[in-house]
């Protein structure tokens, strides 16, 4: 069964194998370019602050904005393994018929499906830990960007969420493949739902813990998962920080005379000190929804009768 898996989708397997090469080439030339600066003669005398600090710091971050629309599309990656992977697995061979032959061999369809789907799984998950640990050891090269909030759209890409999000977009679309039964429809369930995923936990991954919420400048607000912020007025009233100050002129200097007048700024936000604790809580959401569509496939490839 071993052989079979491998012969059957060795191709998914290499392209993903091969785009995961290209990704480390990709960040790791960007990252021989970063050390090599991080190593010159700016940064040997980059010591509180300075033009040579600017143009030190702009340097790593113009190196960051070019490759930025690469890391834009990292968290859809773990589409791969849903759409070709998950979504044929088994659509595939209710298409062909070849599961009538296959089920009928001395190998149960209990058998056949917990190696193709345990071998698959697994390799999913490796390779989701895998990007998740280039990304996120590229990042460390860049002041600011590791282990923070600020940017929520890799979120998902590195850490240990990577793996679950490859786990639950293979088991996906396995579930979707049992369901309808066609590779096509299956495809565009997976996608669809797993969008919708990701757009939920955005949604939702604020509310993971109970937010923090201060008075004033704060501190450890930097690279945190910023919620909300605003003015509070001298009587208790909530407003904007954008609303309009009486007796305050707009623009420079507004937030001096607001905090003249009384007025308090406040943040309502999530400290980057619960950035793993979000990565695990994440990663537990997506694995409860994979054990339910793993349920979904195994009950509907066991109970099928043909």
Known sequence: MLWLTWRQHRTQLLVTLG???VLGGVLLMSAQIAMD?????I????HGGGTPCREYDAGLEDLYQKIYPLIAMLPFVPLLAGVFWGAPLLAREYERNTHQLAWTQSIGRGHWLAVKFGVLAGCATLAGLASGQMFGRWLELFPGKAQTFVETSYFGAVGIAPAAWWLFA???GTAAGVLVRKTLPAIAITVAVFLAAAIALLVLRPNYAEPVRTLGPDPA??????????????????????DDVPGCPLGLGKSECALAAGYQDFTVYQPISRFWRFQWTEAG?????????GGVAVGGTVRRRR
Do not use: K, Q, W
């Open 37 to 41: 600066a991080s190593n010159g003669e």
């Open 43 to 46: 940064s040997l005398y980059c």
């Open 19 to 21: 785009f995961l090469a």
């Open 285 to 293: 959401i997506l694995l409860a929804a994979t054990a339910v569509l």
């Open 221 to 242: 607000a930097t690279g945190a998962l910023i919620i909300e912020v605003g003015r509070v007025a001298p009587d208790g009233r909530e407003m904007s920080s954008l």
């Open 170 to 172: 293979f088991t996906l």
